[in-house]
């Protein structure tokens, strides 16, 4: 008979407490009882959506945006070199859950979807049924990636868990949410489009009442809110949720989406005005595909952004001073990355753009081993298809054959500078046919070469050496004839090979 | 004459729905046959008619809701003022109510412009409408031609309750198992 030690019990009983609070989570609290005496290290994912590792501290950001961050930096890997493989939540999301490539799972649009023949090649499936596996996609278009992979999910926690105010009409319905939401909250009841003519007014008046009546005490710009669907959210109330959630999690793989800091950028009162500073990055030129912003609506939208993101660090700190105390460093793997990042610059601001320079690109990843002590600095290029490969591994599965990423530097991979890595951006294209409007980037070494296709007559690259002009200032196509020859060839043979099947014969 | 026998027959429920219907399930036709270009994008057919399945039966559950409003008048009223009157004063009664929903709809854009003032205002509205039906059995003319209309579209009732009863079943079926 298996012994249960006196620190295991003590998690146990703090597994059963939330439990209570939350029946969602009831049944993995039973599970976790059970399985307690041959518990796994848990993987603990917690991904802050639009995060830019361009604008934290603990990356080098001239503004103090993350102290927690730095200070979490010390028991962690650090990598500094780490890509995003999509622009905005749908694309970079599925290829973090699937190792693939945008050209490969093919949810490339607005709300679009996993292809069916990827769907059980997730990072759930890949994880096995030996752990639980739990999923909390507080971003409603993260829900709709995640929940493709339901049969291979435990606990798949709703969009509106922890909020203050929800009106999402689909996750009423568990066992259809996916096309629930995506008839109901993204069609029918769309606040913006509404197509009720009866119950769709009514129900956002409703709505909008209950969210004029929240109180915005705390955050003078408003209570923080999900931008395409109605619902709203406290930060506290959502980190005090996961300080309550993580701790009694065993042999646990968790997926963790957070909204923020995801526009409209809603610090909380103490840091709001926190970086009315001297602060002004140099202007860069704009960019003809970007949307045109002036420079002061892109100066003060950074700084709204900045002190978001600083509200946000602080619940960190908090959430890691519960996990301290709860000993969850000690038995967990917590990785702390993001889907995409955020950009203020070239007449652009946020993320669903065709330009995928560092801002949107480059994503923090930061993970820390069970027990770890040290930091340890990373500067080979990763990319988010990585994660699906290194979880495998770290918990004891062989590495899938279709998975498109490779083990991560320090935890079972070894550092490769001259490997390529690509970021793909297709929003405007059918998922069913050749990618042929799009923005690819890839990494090598300390290339990167951008590539745009279809948006003008003529295709056009642009090539920087991120080691001599990291803010990718000055386009070397034209000046290096040879380099830029070598990549395009292996970017256009890639994207080529990805595409194949999508192109008519 | 009591409640109960002022409760419509349906024969004179059916044009009155069928004024219903056009109006509810139109509004969310156009709408979904102009997403169904973007939807293609990344939907299968199949995906794309499990779209239109939820959209028929919340059409059907509106427009039952809504022809609520014309039988508990006609209940609650005397039938001098309602029952007697009925297709007519029904389809006057729904077609400038679901008017004022769509006047309201296509005012909803963003929160700081919820249109609260149109909400606010509803109520004198309705009864606005209410007194205009009222006054219906005076203009002869106008009744007729209301009857005629709500009798011509009767024919999109062969259409949508078939439909919404396939969709109900699609709907049923997918959140059952």
Redesign the interface.
């Known amino acids: 008979m298996s012994k249960i030690s006196r620190r295991s019990f003590l998690k146990m009983v703090g597994g059963a407490a939330p439990a209570i609070f939350f029946p969602q989570i009831a049944s993995l609290a039973d599970k976790a009882l059970m399985q307690s005496a041959v518990s796994k290290p848990n993987v603990i994912i917690l991904l802050f959506d639009a995060m830019s590792a361009r604008n934290l501290s603990v990356y080098g950001y001239p503004r103090p945006t993350t102290p927690n961050l730095e200070r979490f930096a010390e028991r962690a890997n650090v990598y500094h070199s780490h890509v995003a493989s999509g622009n905005f939540t749908i694309p970079a999301t599925s290829s973090l859950l699937t190792g693939t490539y945008p050209w490969t799972h093919r949810?490339?649009?607005h709300?679009?979807?996993v292809h069916?023949e990827i769907v059980d090649k997730n990072i759930f499936h890949a994880v096995g049924m030996e752990y639980q596996r739990l999923a909390f996609p507080q971003n409603v278009w993260a829900d709709l990636i995640v929940s493709q992979f339901a049969k291979d999910i435990d606990t798949l926690l709703p969009s509106s868990q922890y909020g203050s105010v929800n009106y999402l009409k689909g996750e009423k319905?568990p066992?259809?949410t996916n096309?629930?939401i995506?008839?109901?909250d993204d069609?029918?009841f769309k606040?913006?489009?509404?197509?009720?003519?009866?119950?769709?007014?009514l129900l956002?008046?409703m709505y909008?009442r209950d969210?004029a009546r929240l109180s915005k005490e705390g955050y003078p710009r408003g209570v923080p809110n999900n931008e395409n669907y109605p619902l709203y959210f406290r930060l506290e109330d959502l980190f005090d949720g996961l300080a309550t959630l993580v701790p009694g999690l065993q042999s646990t793989f968790a997926y963790i989406h957070l909204y923020p800091p995801h526009a409209p950028y809603r610090a909380a009162s103490r840091f709001d005005r926190r970086f009315l500073d001297n602060y002004h990055p140099e202007p860069k030129p704009v960019h003809r595909f970007s949307s045109h912003s002036s420079n002061s609506r892109l100066e003060t939208a950074r700084r709204f952004y900045d002190e978001y993101v600083a509200s946000i660090d602080w619940e960190i700190g908090n959430l890691f001073d519960t996990f301290e105390k709860e000993g969850v460093f000690e038995n967990s793997y917590v990785i702390v990355t993001a889907d995409h990042g955020e950009m203020f610059e070239r007449g652009e601001v946020a993320h669903t753009t065709p330009l995928l320079y560092a801002p949107v690109t480059n994503i923090p990843l930061l993970i820390s081993a069970p027990g770890q002590k040290i930091r340890r600095d990373v500067y080979a290029p990763t990319n988010a298809v990585d994660l699906l490969p290194t979880v495998a591994h770290v918990t004891g599965n062989p590495i899938p054959e279709w998975a498109e990423g490779v083990l991560l530097p320090g935890l079972g991979g070894v550092e490769d500078f001259e490997r390529s890595t690509f970021s793909v951006e297709a929003k405007k294209?059918?998922?069913?046919g050749p990618l042929s409007t799009a923005t690819i980037s890839m990494h090598k070494g300390m290339h990167k070469l951008i590539y745009y296709t279809g948006y003008e007559a003529v295709d056009s690259f642009e090539l920087y050496d991120l080691e001599s002009d990291p803010e990718e200032l000055e386009d070397l196509y034209p000046a290096q004839p040879a380099i830029a020859k070598s990549l395009s060839e292996e970017l256009l043979d890639t994207f080529s090979d990805a595409d194949k099947p999508y192109v008519k014969k | 004459m009591n409640v109960t026998s002022r409760i419509p027959s349906l024969k004179q429920l059916a044009p009155v729905y069928s004024v219903i219907v056009v109006?509810?399930y139109g509004?969310?036709m156009v709408?979904?046959f102009w997403?169904v270009p973007?939807l293609?994008?990344?939907?299968?057919v199949g995906?794309v008619g499990?779209?239109f399945?939820?959209?028929a039966v919340?059409?059907l559950?509106?427009s039952l809701?809504?022809v609520l409003a014309p039988i508990v008048l006609s209940m609650i009223l005397p039938g001098k003022w309602f029952f007697e009157q009925f297709v007519a004063k029904g389809v006057l009664l729904v077609s400038l109510g679901?008017g004022y929903?769509?006047y309201?709809?296509s005012h909803?854009?963003?929160?700081e412009e919820?249109p609260?003032l149109l909400?606010k205002w509803s109520p004198l509205v309705f009864i606005a409408i209410l007194v205009l039906v009222f006054f219906l059995s005076r203009i002869k003319l106008l009744s007729k031609f209301l009857e005629w209309v709500a009798e011509q579209l009767e024919v999109f009732l062969f259409i949508s309750l078939p439909v919404s009863a396939i969709a109900l079943v699609v709907?049923l079926i997918?959140?059952?198992?």
């Open positions: 949810a490339v649009n709300r679009g979807m069916q319905l066992n259809d096309m629930a995506r008839s109901l069609f029918v606040d913006h489009e509404l197509a009720s003519l009866f119950l769709g007014p956002s008046a909008f969210a294209v059918s998922s069913f | 109006a509810v509004f969310s709408r979904f997403r973007s293609i994008n990344y939907s299968t995906q499990v779209i399945s939820y959209t919340v059409n559950l509106e809701i809504i679901l929903f769509g309201i709809s909803i854009n963003t929160e919820f609260y909400v709907v997918r959140n059952i198992f």
